[in-house]
Protein backbone atom coordinates (compact mmCIF):
# COMPACT_ATOMS: atom_id res chain seq x y z
CA UNK A 1 0.00 0.00 0.00
CA UNK A 2 1.46 3.13 -1.15
CA UNK A 3 -1.10 6.02 -0.73
CA UNK A 4 -3.83 6.24 2.22
CA UNK A 5 -6.35 7.86 0.01
CA UNK A 6 -9.46 6.57 2.23
CA UNK A 7 -10.87 3.69 4.24
CA UNK A 8 -13.05 2.32 1.85
CA UNK A 9 -10.10 0.00 0.71
CA UNK A 10 -7.99 -0.36 3.76
CA UNK A 11 -8.61 -4.42 4.94
CA UNK A 12 -9.57 -4.84 8.53
CA UNK A 13 -6.01 -6.38 9.35
CA UNK A 14 -4.53 -3.23 8.07
CA UNK A 15 -6.85 -0.78 10.32
CA UNK A 16 -5.86 -2.86 13.38
CA UNK A 17 -2.18 -2.94 12.62
CA UNK A 18 -2.30 1.18 12.00
CA UNK A 19 -4.35 1.12 15.91
CA UNK A 20 -1.82 -1.08 17.50
CA UNK A 21 1.34 1.03 15.87
CA UNK A 22 -0.45 4.16 16.95
CA UNK A 23 -0.84 2.58 21.10
CA UNK A 24 3.10 2.39 20.70
CA UNK A 25 3.48 5.94 19.66
CA UNK A 26 0.97 7.29 21.98
CA UNK A 27 3.58 5.85 24.50
CA UNK A 28 6.21 7.34 22.96
CA UNK A 29 4.75 10.97 22.75
CA UNK A 30 3.98 10.22 26.45
CA UNK A 31 7.70 10.16 27.35
CA UNK A 32 10.02 12.97 28.47
CA UNK A 33 11.91 12.71 24.96
CA UNK A 34 8.92 12.59 22.86
CA UNK A 35 10.95 12.14 19.57
CA UNK A 36 12.18 8.89 17.46
CA UNK A 37 14.14 8.90 14.40
CA UNK A 38 12.08 6.40 12.44
CA UNK A 39 12.02 8.85 9.58
CA UNK A 40 14.76 10.86 10.41
CA UNK A 41 15.66 10.76 6.07
CA UNK A 42 12.43 11.75 4.97
CA UNK A 43 10.98 14.78 3.74
CA UNK A 44 6.99 15.81 4.00
CA UNK A 45 5.40 18.08 2.13
CA UNK A 46 1.68 19.44 4.53
CA UNK A 47 -0.06 20.42 1.40
CA UNK A 48 -3.90 22.17 2.31
CA UNK A 49 -6.29 24.15 -0.46
CA UNK A 50 -8.59 24.33 2.46
CA UNK A 51 -8.35 25.38 6.27
CA UNK A 52 -7.40 23.12 8.97
CA UNK A 53 -6.03 23.44 12.68
CA UNK A 54 -6.13 20.38 13.91
CA UNK A 55 -5.29 18.27 11.02
CA UNK A 56 -2.46 20.29 9.72
CA UNK A 57 -1.16 20.98 13.38
CA UNK A 58 -1.17 17.23 14.28
CA UNK A 59 0.17 16.01 10.68
CA UNK A 60 2.93 18.49 10.84
CA UNK A 61 3.70 17.20 14.44
CA UNK A 62 3.51 13.76 14.17
CA UNK A 63 6.31 14.43 11.36
CA UNK A 64 8.65 16.11 13.50
CA UNK A 65 8.10 13.62 16.14
CA UNK A 66 9.16 10.81 13.76
CA UNK A 67 12.42 13.30 12.71
CA UNK A 68 11.03 13.75 9.43
CA UNK A 69 11.92 17.33 7.52
CA UNK A 70 8.48 18.84 6.48
CA UNK A 71 7.37 21.82 4.41
CA UNK A 72 4.27 23.61 4.09
CA UNK A 73 1.91 25.22 2.03
CA UNK A 74 -1.16 26.78 2.09
CA UNK A 75 -2.52 27.55 -1.39
CA UNK A 76 -3.64 31.22 -0.06
CA UNK A 77 -0.59 33.08 -0.39
CA UNK A 78 0.67 30.49 -3.76
CA UNK A 79 1.08 30.53 -6.92
CA UNK A 80 -2.02 28.33 -7.20
CA UNK A 81 -3.60 32.11 -7.00
CA UNK A 82 -1.48 33.17 -10.22
CA UNK A 83 -3.31 30.25 -12.00
CA UNK A 84 -0.90 27.23 -10.70
CA UNK A 85 -2.46 23.72 -11.58
CA UNK A 86 -3.09 21.26 -8.13
CA UNK A 87 -0.56 18.91 -10.60
CA UNK A 88 2.19 21.18 -11.58
CA UNK A 89 2.43 22.59 -7.71
CA UNK A 90 2.84 19.05 -6.72
CA UNK A 91 5.62 18.38 -9.44
CA UNK A 92 7.17 21.06 -8.58
CA UNK A 93 7.21 20.50 -4.82
CA UNK A 94 7.85 17.42 -5.01
CA UNK A 95 11.32 18.44 -7.24
CA UNK A 96 12.40 19.50 -4.45
CA UNK A 97 12.94 15.67 -2.97
CA UNK A 98 10.35 15.46 -1.23
CA UNK A 99 9.20 11.75 0.00
CA UNK A 100 5.72 12.03 0.91
CA UNK A 101 2.62 14.58 0.20
CA UNK A 102 0.23 15.05 3.20
CA UNK A 103 -2.86 16.84 1.17
CA UNK A 104 -6.40 18.87 1.73
CA UNK A 105 -8.48 19.30 -0.84
CA UNK A 106 -12.23 20.69 -1.39
CA UNK A 107 -12.31 18.38 -4.74
CA UNK A 108 -13.56 14.91 -3.80
CA UNK A 109 -10.85 12.72 -5.29
CA UNK A 110 -8.34 15.38 -5.34
CA UNK A 111 -5.58 13.15 -4.00
CA UNK A 112 -6.80 9.75 -6.01
CA UNK A 113 -6.49 11.88 -9.25
CA UNK A 114 -2.51 12.65 -7.65
CA UNK A 115 -1.90 9.16 -6.95
CA UNK A 116 -2.23 8.11 -10.58
CA UNK A 117 0.51 11.07 -11.89
CA UNK A 118 3.10 11.43 -8.74
CA UNK A 119 5.42 8.53 -7.28
CA UNK A 120 5.35 10.09 -3.66
CA UNK A 121 3.33 8.86 -1.27
CA UNK A 122 0.11 10.52 -0.62
CA UNK A 123 -1.70 10.72 2.56
CA UNK A 124 -5.53 11.86 2.07
CA UNK A 125 -6.16 14.77 5.04
CA UNK A 126 -9.88 15.17 3.62
CA UNK A 127 -11.13 15.66 0.36
CA UNK A 128 -13.86 17.30 -0.09
CA UNK A 129 -17.32 15.68 1.21
CA UNK A 130 -15.64 12.49 0.51
CA UNK A 131 -13.46 11.20 2.95
CA UNK A 132 -11.09 12.36 6.14
CA UNK A 133 -9.34 8.54 6.78
CA UNK A 134 -6.94 9.54 9.67
CA UNK A 135 -9.77 11.46 11.35
CA UNK A 136 -11.93 7.53 10.64
CA UNK A 137 -8.76 5.80 12.21
CA UNK A 138 -8.55 8.26 15.24
CA UNK A 139 -12.08 8.17 16.04
CA UNK A 140 -11.96 4.30 15.97
CA UNK A 141 -9.26 4.62 18.30
CA UNK A 142 -10.49 7.09 20.94
CA UNK A 143 -13.69 4.58 20.85
CA UNK A 144 -11.52 1.97 21.57
CA UNK A 145 -9.79 3.65 24.37
CA UNK A 146 -12.77 4.21 26.05
CA UNK A 147 -14.92 1.33 25.50
CA UNK A 148 -12.52 -1.55 26.48
CA UNK A 149 -10.75 -2.21 23.66
CA UNK A 150 -12.80 -3.99 21.13
CA UNK A 151 -15.61 -2.33 18.82
CA UNK A 152 -17.63 -5.55 17.90
CA UNK A 153 -21.17 -4.66 18.20
CA UNK A 154 -21.06 -1.70 19.84
CA UNK A 155 -23.47 1.27 18.82
CA UNK A 156 -21.55 4.37 17.06
CA UNK A 157 -24.21 7.23 16.32
CA UNK A 158 -23.28 9.78 13.94
CA UNK A 159 -24.97 12.76 14.69
CA UNK A 160 -25.89 15.60 11.85
CA UNK A 161 -24.79 16.89 8.74
CA UNK A 162 -24.07 13.79 6.88
CA UNK A 163 -24.35 14.84 3.48
CA UNK A 164 -21.74 17.66 3.34
CA UNK A 165 -19.07 15.64 5.95
CA UNK A 166 -16.00 13.78 4.74
CA UNK A 167 -16.17 12.40 8.56
CA UNK A 168 -19.67 10.37 8.13
CA UNK A 169 -18.13 8.10 5.71
CA UNK A 170 -14.73 7.33 6.39
CA UNK A 171 -16.36 6.66 10.19
CA UNK A 172 -18.79 4.27 8.61
CA UNK A 173 -16.48 2.27 6.48
CA UNK A 174 -13.56 2.01 9.80
CA UNK A 175 -16.63 1.27 12.30
CA UNK A 176 -18.55 -1.34 10.24
CA UNK A 177 -14.59 -2.84 9.54
CA UNK A 178 -14.01 -2.97 13.19
CA UNK A 179 -17.79 -4.51 13.87
CA UNK A 180 -19.90 -1.67 14.81
CA UNK A 181 -23.10 -0.52 14.35
CA UNK A 182 -23.50 2.69 12.36
CA UNK A 183 -26.64 4.59 13.08
CA UNK A 184 -26.85 7.77 10.80
CA UNK A 185 -28.76 10.55 12.39
CA UNK A 186 -30.47 14.13 11.36
CA UNK A 187 -32.64 16.21 9.25
CA UNK A 188 -33.61 14.23 6.20
CA UNK A 189 -32.19 17.41 4.01
CA UNK A 190 -28.82 16.34 5.39
CA UNK A 191 -28.86 12.57 4.68
CA UNK A 192 -27.86 11.46 1.74
CA UNK A 193 -30.32 8.86 -0.10
CA UNK A 194 -26.91 6.73 -0.80
CA UNK A 195 -26.35 6.01 2.92
CA UNK A 196 -29.00 3.36 3.05
CA UNK A 197 -26.85 1.45 0.83
CA UNK A 198 -23.55 1.49 3.22
CA UNK A 199 -25.84 -1.08 6.36
CA UNK A 200 -26.55 1.93 8.09
CA UNK A 201 -29.51 2.71 10.73
CA UNK A 202 -31.17 5.87 9.81
CA UNK A 203 -32.75 7.89 12.42
CA UNK A 204 -33.98 12.00 12.33
CA UNK A 205 -35.12 11.53 15.87
CA UNK A 206 -31.75 12.93 17.77
CA UNK A 207 -33.29 11.72 21.37
CA UNK A 208 -33.91 8.16 19.96
CA UNK A 209 -30.46 8.06 18.61
CA UNK A 210 -28.79 8.75 21.89
CA UNK A 211 -30.63 6.06 23.86
CA UNK A 212 -29.93 3.85 21.44
CA UNK A 213 -26.20 4.37 20.86
CA UNK A 214 -22.87 3.71 23.05
CA UNK A 215 -20.71 6.48 21.41
CA UNK A 216 -22.65 9.58 19.82
CA UNK A 217 -19.91 11.37 17.03
CA UNK A 218 -21.63 14.73 16.18
CA UNK A 219 -20.57 16.12 13.24
CA UNK A 220 -20.89 20.30 12.45
CA UNK A 221 -23.40 22.13 10.30
CA UNK A 222 -20.85 22.60 6.87
CA UNK A 223 -21.70 26.14 5.68
CA UNK A 224 -19.48 26.16 3.24
CA UNK A 225 -20.13 23.40 1.58
CA UNK A 226 -23.76 24.63 1.79
CA UNK A 227 -26.15 26.58 -0.13
CA UNK A 228 -27.06 30.02 2.11
CA UNK A 229 -30.79 29.27 1.94
CA UNK A 230 -31.74 25.79 3.41
CA UNK A 231 -33.52 24.19 5.67
CA UNK A 232 -33.06 23.70 8.50
CA UNK A 233 -31.36 26.78 8.88
CA UNK A 234 -28.82 26.75 12.02
CA UNK A 235 -31.71 28.16 14.39
CA UNK A 236 -34.07 25.13 13.67
CA UNK A 237 -31.46 22.70 13.80
CA UNK A 238 -30.07 24.06 17.26
CA UNK A 239 -34.33 23.41 18.55
CA UNK A 240 -34.35 20.12 17.04
CA UNK A 241 -31.04 18.44 16.55
CA UNK A 242 -28.93 20.39 18.80
CA UNK A 243 -27.33 18.58 22.05
CA UNK A 244 -27.03 19.48 25.46
CA UNK A 245 -25.86 18.42 28.72
CA UNK A 246 -29.48 17.95 30.38
CA UNK A 247 -30.26 15.29 27.08
CA UNK A 248 -27.29 13.16 28.15
CA UNK A 249 -28.04 13.48 31.70
CA UNK A 250 -31.46 12.19 31.17
CA UNK A 251 -30.04 9.06 29.26
CA UNK A 252 -29.24 8.19 33.24
CA UNK A 253 -26.13 6.42 31.37
CA UNK A 254 -22.86 7.20 30.47
CA UNK A 255 -22.34 7.39 26.63
CA UNK A 256 -19.20 8.46 25.16
CA UNK A 257 -19.94 12.12 23.34
CA UNK A 258 -17.28 12.93 20.50
CA UNK A 259 -17.27 16.02 17.56
CA UNK A 260 -14.05 16.14 14.82
CA UNK A 261 -14.12 19.89 15.70
CA UNK A 262 -14.10 22.63 14.96
CA UNK A 263 -17.68 22.71 16.66
CA UNK A 264 -20.37 25.35 15.78
CA UNK A 265 -21.04 25.62 19.79
CA UNK A 266 -25.45 26.44 20.84
CA UNK A 267 -25.69 24.98 17.18
CA UNK A 268 -25.07 21.06 16.95
CA UNK A 269 -23.44 20.99 20.90
CA UNK A 270 -23.95 23.18 23.34
CA UNK A 271 -21.65 24.06 24.95
CA UNK A 272 -22.48 22.46 28.30
CA UNK A 273 -22.64 18.93 26.56
CA UNK A 274 -19.27 19.83 24.49
CA UNK A 275 -17.39 20.58 28.01
CA UNK A 276 -19.08 17.84 30.44
CA UNK A 277 -17.60 14.94 31.42
CA UNK A 278 -19.25 12.89 28.54
CA UNK A 279 -17.32 14.37 26.06
CA UNK A 280 -13.68 12.96 24.85
CA UNK A 281 -13.45 15.48 22.16
CA UNK A 282 -9.69 16.79 23.13
CA UNK A 283 -8.81 13.28 23.13
CA UNK A 284 -9.72 12.96 19.85
CA UNK A 285 -7.21 15.67 18.48
CA UNK A 286 -4.57 13.87 21.40
CA UNK A 287 -4.85 10.89 19.91
CA UNK A 288 -4.69 12.17 16.09
CA UNK A 289 -0.71 12.70 16.20
CA UNK A 290 -0.19 8.65 17.58
CA UNK A 291 -2.71 7.79 14.86
CA UNK A 292 -1.03 10.04 12.15
CA UNK A 293 2.77 9.13 13.41
CA UNK A 294 1.29 5.31 13.11
CA UNK A 295 0.18 5.85 9.30
CA UNK A 296 3.12 7.88 7.95
CA UNK A 297 5.56 5.23 9.61
CA UNK A 298 4.28 2.52 8.19
CA UNK A 299 3.78 3.99 4.82
CA UNK A 300 7.29 4.61 4.78
CA UNK A 301 8.00 1.40 5.91
CA UNK A 302 6.57 0.27 2.19
CA UNK A 303 8.91 1.82 0.11
N1 LIG B 1 -11.20 17.52 12.35
C1 LIG B 1 -10.63 18.32 11.44
O1 LIG B 1 -10.37 17.92 10.28
O2 LIG B 1 -10.34 19.58 11.90
P1 LIG B 1 -9.56 20.68 11.04
O3 LIG B 1 -10.45 21.05 9.88
O4 LIG B 1 -9.30 21.82 11.97
O5 LIG B 1 -8.30 20.04 10.53
Not at 19 to 41: C, G, H, M, W, Y
Not at 42 to 66: G, H, P, V
Not at 252 to 277: C, F, Q, T, Y
Not at 282 to 297: I, T
Request: a positive charge; one cysteine or more.
Amino acid sequence: VRHLLGIKNVSENDIQTILETATQFKEVINRPIKKVPSLRDITIANIFFENSTRTRLSFELAEKRLSADTISFSSSGSSVKKGETLLDTVNNILAMKVDMIVMRHSSPGAPHFLSQRIAANIVNAGDGTHEHPTQGLLDAFSMRENLGGDLTGKKIAIIGDITHSRVALSNIFCLQKLGAEIMVCGPSTLIPKYIRNLGVKVSHDVKSALQWCDVANVLRIQLERQQLKYFPSLREYSLYYGITRKMLDDLNRKIVLMHPGPINRGVELASDAADSGHSIILEQVQNGVAVRMAVLYLLAQQN
